[in-house]
Nanobody, 126 residues
């Protein structure tokens, strides 16, 4: 059974940093497309950062240069380092994966993923 558990969320002031973690059980991240998404109240879920099985990365324009996605296969953990946080980054953040044994590009489209974590809240105050 696949399980993804996010952690590391919290409340910070604008300009601060957080590192989110997504620990996987029941699977490894090998041969899987992985990504981070977020959803603010009243808004649709949106892609933030993604890693493809081809080794490529993709970031939402608004987080480029501030967020970094990384993966530790040995620890089965996906990370999202978030720096220079802004109030508009406030949302529930989710990690997601999809088994993809072929080479695929990183995707910020939610429907390209099959398994999701429960989310972790990030609140950035001005």
């Amino acid at each position: 059974q696949v399980q993804l558990v996010e952690s590391g969320g919290g409340s910070v002031q604008a300009g601060g940093s957080l590192r989110l973690s997504c620990a996987a059980s029941g699977l490894s991240f090998n041969l899987r497309r992985v990504g981070w998404f977020r959803q603010a109240p009243g808004k649709e879920r949106e892609g933030v950062a993604a890693l493809g099985t081809n080794g490529g990365t993709n970031y939402r324009d608004s987080v480029k240069g501030r967020f970094t996605i990384s993966l530790d296969n040995a620890k089965r953990t996906l990370y999202l380092q978030m720096n220079s946080l802004k109030p508009e980054d406030t949302a529930v953040y989710y990690c997601a994966v999809k088994f993809a044994p072929w080479s695929v590009t990183p995707s910020l489209v939610p429907s390209d993923y099959t398994d999701w974590g429960q989310g972790t809240q990030v609140t950035v105050s001005s």
